[in-house]
């Protein structure tokens, strides 16, 4: 055997609050970043691009997303996948529950560089 599981409990990862309209929370694994975000009516992630694909899967609520040139309004069960290096924003049209999984790992957000989630 090489490895050993992990287990995570969503209720004893710390929400990272990031804005009045955004909070999140964060689990890094060796290659990919998986992250719950709970977003309130009205809260905009501003347009901004990074190297990760990412996969957004709407828990419950409804998010417009703006990937390149196209847009796509996701409703619960609904799910987007963004290429690597794509602009887009989101802006969430009801309060909303998504999961985010990244790869390879978020290292911005490691590094706390992050601002454009804090505004």
């Not at 990919?32 to 709407?58: D, S």
Request: hydrophobic content about 40%.
């Amino acid at each position: 055997m090489c490895c050993a599981m992990k287990l995570y409990d969503w209720n004893r990862i710390e929400k990272e609050v990031m804005n009045s309209l955004l909070t999140r929370q964060v689990i890094h694994g060796e290659k990919m970043t998986l992250a719950r975000l709970h977003l309130r009516k009205g809260c905009i992630v501003p347009l901004h691009q990074h190297v990760n694909e990412q996969f957004t899967i709407v828990e419950s609520g409804k998010l417009r997303f703006l990937v390149g040139n196209e847009q796509a309004v996701l409703a619960t069960g609904e799910m987007v996948l963004v290429p690597s290096n794509t602009p887009h924003s989101v802006e969430a049209l009801e309060d909303t529950s998504a999961l985010d999984v990244h790869s390879p790992v978020r290292q911005d957000w490691l590094q706390g560089d992050d601002a454009y989630l804090r505004r």
